[in-house]
């Protein structure tokens, strides 16, 4: 059974960084596109990025050049590394598999962007 553990949110100010991780298990994590989904108040999950197996990587348009995702397949670890941040990009932050998987949802990691 494929678990997701996600971690590294916490609450920063505008202009600041944060590097999230999520590590894999009961998967053949190599073989997995993977991605970032977020999840603000009163709004629905959304993709944030995307790794595919051979490390190309997919950003939606609100955080191109400012976010990185990044994979280690020995540590079965997916990372987003996040840079000037803003008070929009305040959600809860889960990784899954590409399509989505419902079951694999994690717990998720907060990150909250405020002064």
């Known amino acids: 059974q494929v678990q997701l553990v996600e971690s590294g949110g916490g609450l920063v100010q505008p202009g600041g960084s944060l590097r999230l991780s999520c590590v894999a298990s009961?998967?053949?994590?190599?073989?997995?596109?993977m991605g970032w989904y977020r999840q603000a108040p009163g709004k629905q999950r959304e993709f944030v990025a995307g790794?595919?197996?051979?490390?190309?990587?997919n950003y939606v348009d609100s955080v191109k050049g400012r976010f990185t995702i990044s994979r280690d397949n020995a540590k079965n670890t997916v990372y987003l590394q996040m840079n000037s941040l803003k008070p929009e990009d305040t959600a809860v932050y889960y990784c899954?598999?590409?399509?989505?998987?419902?079951?694999?949802w994690g717990q998720g990691t907060q990150v909250t962007v405020s002064s």
């Open positions: 790794i595919g197996t051979g490390a190309s990587t």
């Open positions: 009961g998967i053949k994590f190599s073989i997995y596109a």
């Open positions: 899954n598999t590409i399509p989505r998987s419902p079951a694999a």
